[in-house]
């Protein structure tokens, strides 16, 4: 249970008291120290499997963690409740649902459900005309509901005299009545409510307070108002009167204590340095002020490191040290100091591109896999040259944070057949479902559908049961008869049948997947075999879950975050954000566009604490990395369709000098005749842009000198562009010579691959060795 750990991580694993705080430097091993402070726990004794919640932000953690305990101790940890804030407070209100008076069935409606209900109240309202979108009303609601305040409460502090305000009002009281209609909560709810549930009903919070005895909680620098006002909630000492003649959660009544209970013991996990979600609603003052809010408590500070060398974690100590405000701590490691840090300053991010690719080609011939590769940038917008340079240098990749698959049209048409049939009030799914197949269903019987259910108080299920009442035509009425039918079997049998059979049952009957096979759009053939892993995955559910219902399923599914989807597994490498990239860790990581506007990014930089959480990003991204580590930035950049000069991120300064082994495109624009990396001048007037009066950014256009290694003639001109060309069936054979629009004229060495596929490696007269798709790349031969 104790053996390898540190003599911090053993003191953190046997500690017992009322509140513990574990400041986790990056790479600290703290989940091996929180899953064995579990196991300890029930070991030792000190507490039953059934007593402990612990508390993770993904499930993919949340799964990890319980295998390692399970990995510890057996079948003995059965019971424990190790989960995502959302995923316990799911179990509560399916429990108690029915006292905040919500049905156990409920439906979680997710973001694209919320907005879709959002874009319908605003169109309604006419709230357009003030500028109100989707985003802005989601983001003031969601930001609401995250500090715990209801609709009143956001009346009370909305401007009278803004009509603005007024209409967000109108649509928050709207948007709350219609999800209370359907018997549905949003994300945000979840949370929320638990919380709302434990403050109203004292006697149901007791229950779980005397439950829990042992509350941890992982990546606690990450939680926003709500998660926080949750856990002050569960760790408060049950009071023993609203425990008295309480019935325990196994039906039996609770045994009563000779004195009152004390709190539950609380161990939180995290590191302020590594607060990077302000923007979703984190609060870094719960981890900061954590010794406030608990007098008493003990702190450990984990400070040695297992990932990465001392290089890295040099460069990211000295970078978090320009942060105020923090806990300090030293990052060491007994790995050793590695290999240094390489920069790179490019002239575009093209060639910032192509150094990265060519990097990556080289870690690939010197054993790495490319699935230990990743590339990180600030924002989505930077993947365009990077992608443009992979696809035609052959370098398989793929962009973490794509289209996800619950988030293709398609499967939220399934997963709406499956939510209409758990939950007959949610009108939301139904109305995606009406004319999905074509069946004649247009918006306008769907607006007398939906008028019909309002005039009779009855919900749009029930609406669709009377068609005759609304006068319609003897087609569309026999329509939504057989709709209604169908979705009322499925319904009969949502509780005993498998998911999968509801599923295929839903699908065959209404049409779906054959009207998918018989389209003509070579697209559909894809959603065809999305739809058919959907099925898969119910089956998988029903297997895992053998006692599983649908309503099981769906929860399940509702439950699943972006990090889940992350399967690293496959040869690729991952392009991702820096906020992606959080919990994650690869041999080689490549931190591009390091420039101010970009990092810290200009939306930021201008804001109370923009820079620090920046920095903080910044760190985050370093300590990513194991043995290698790439930084890189361009000295023009396209953004919005405009080329601007970039100048070096402020951050590049704060790394030791001799840390990083700087490289660079040759010439006089990129540093101080050649001779001195340009990202080192951002604050002595260098790397050849005038700070005078002619303002900042104007270019110098001065010629370079001959032999430096620069363009003779115009110091800003890329090596790299986004050129390519359809060479039809070109095939290269090895010694041939072939001329590059970019690299100029070069030898082929070898040709790997067939067809399209065919990918040959060039060793260019002044450029060097590239690698590239015959395909697409703008070559042609040299007779």
């Known amino acids: 249970m104790l053996e390898g750990l540190n003599p911090q991580q053993r003191e953190a694993v046997e500690f017992r008291g009322q509140a513990l705080l574990i400041v986790a430097g990056a790479g600290s091993g703290k989940t091996s120290v929180l899953t064995r402070r579990i196991a300890h726990l029930i070991q030792s004794r000190d507490a039953w499997p059934s007593q402990i919640l612990a508390i993770t932000f993904t499930n993919k953690a949340a799964g990890e963690m319980r295998e390692r305990v399970e990995g510890l101790l057996g079948q003995v940890a059965d019971g424990m409740w190790i989960s995502t804030f959302h995923s316990a407070c799911v179990r509560i209100l399916r429990r108690e649902a029915e006292a905040l008076g919500y049905q156990k069935s409920f439906t979680i409606y997710d973001s694209a459900d919320s907005r879709a209900l959002l874009k319908r109240i605003i169109k309604e309202l006419d709230a357009d005309r003030f500028s109100i979108t989707v985003s802005k009303a989601a983001s003031r609601i969601s930001r609401a509901k995250n500090d715990l305040m209801d609709v009143d409460g956001f009346a009370r502090a909305a401007n009278p005299q803004d009509p603005a305000d007024e209409l967000y009002t109108a649509i928050f009281r709207r948007y709350s009545a219609e999800l209370a209609r359907a018997n549905a909560l949003d994300f945000d709810d979840l949370i929320a409510q638990t919380v709302y549930l434990f403050r109203a009903f004292p006697k149901i919070a007791a229950l779980y307070q005397r439950r829990f005895r042992h509350i941890l909680v992982d990546e606690y620098q990450d939680t926003n108002h709500a998660q926080y006002a949750l856990i002050r909630e569960l760790t408060r000492a049950p009071k023993p009167e609203d425990l008295k003649g309480a019935i325990g959660f196994d039906g039996l009544p609770l045994k009563e204590f000779d004195s009152a209970l004390p709190g539950s013991s609380l161990t ?41 060398t001392q290089n890295i974690l040099d460069a990211a100590n000295a970078v978090i040290a320009h942060n105020f405000d923090r806990k300090e701590k030293n990052l060491f490691t007994t790995i050793g100091g590695g290999e240094k840090i390489v920069g790179f300053t490019g002239y575009s991010q093209h060639d910032e591109a192509q150094f990265i690719a060519d990097e990556i080609v080289e870690l690939r011939e010197s054993g790495l896999e490319y699935r230990d590769i990743a590339v990180f940038y600030r924002t989505n917008a930077q993947t365009r040259a990077l992608e443009e340079v992979f696809i035609r240098s052959a370098i398989p990749y793929r962009v973490i944070g794509g289209t996800k698959f619950y988030e293709r049209a398609e499967i939220k048409d399934a997963m709406a057949y499956l939510i209409t049939a758990a939950n007959p009030a949610d009108a939301l799914s139904l109305r995606r479902i009406l004319n999905v197949p074509r069946r004649g269903i247009g918006q306008a019987t769907e607006a007398a559908l939906q008028s019909y259910a309002d005039r009779e108080g009855i919900t749009l299920r029930e609406a669709l049961r009377d068609p005759s009442s609304l006068g319609l035509g003897p087609k569309v009425a026999a329509a939504v008869q057989e709709l209604v039918e169908i979705l009322d079997e499925a319904t009969a049998r949502a509780d005993s049948a498998a998911p999968g059979d509801i599923l295929i049952e839903l699908l065959s009957r209404t049409g779906y997947l054959e009207a998918l096979k018989a389209s003509r759009d070579p697209q559909d053939d894809a959603r065809v075999e999305n739809v058919e892993e959907l099925i898969a995955h119910t089956r998988e559910f029903r297997h895992n879950n053998p006692e599983g219902s649908l309503l099981d399923f769906l929860t399940e599914v509702a439950l699943v975050a972006a990090a889940d989807e992350l399967d690293d597994s496959q040869g690729t490498v991952s392009l991702m954000t820096l906020h992606t990239a959080k919990g994650l860790e690869y041999d080689a990581v490549f931190l591009t566009g390091v420039e101010e506007g970009l990092l810290p990014h200009q939306m930021s930089a201008g804001e109370p604490g923009g820079p620090a959480e920046e920095r903080r990003l910044f760190y985050v991204g370093i300590t990513r990395a194991r043995r290698r580590l790439y930084l890189s930035l361009a000295m023009t950049r396209s953004q919005f369709g405009d080329v601007n000069i970039a100048m070096p991120s402020r951050y590049l300064q704060e790394i030791p000098a001799e840390l990083i082994d700087w490289r660079q495109s040759p010439g006089m624009a990129n540093s101080r005749g050649g ?93 060097g060795r590239k690698r590239l798709l015959i395909k697409i790349a703008p070559i042609s031969k040299i007779q």
Do not use: M
């Not at 951002?682 to 104007?698: D, K, L, N, T, W």
């Not at 010579?737 to 082929?748: A, K, L, M, P, Q």
């Open 675 to 767: 001779t001195e990396p340009r990202a080192l001048n951002a604050r002595r007037g260098g790397f050849g842009i005038e700070a005078s009066a002619a303002g900042p950014g104007r270019i110098q256009t001065g010629s370079t000198t001959p032999g430096n290694g620069g363009a003779a003639s115009d110091p800003w001109k890329s090596r790299v562009t986004s050129t390519v060309r359809d060479n039809g069936d070109l095939t290269l054979v090895a010694g041939e010579r072939i001329n590059h629009s970019d690299f100029g004229d070069g030898t082929v060495t070898a040709v790997t691959g067939v067809g399209p596929k065919s990918v040959a490696e060039v060793q260019f007269d002044s450029a």
């Open 268 to 308: 939180v996990v995290g590191d302020s340095d590594q607060s990077i979600y302000a923007f979703r609603g984190a609060d870094i003052r719960n981890i900061i002020e954590f010794e406030r809010d608990f007098p008493n408590c003990s702190v450990i500070l984990l400070e040695q490191n297992y990932r990465s």
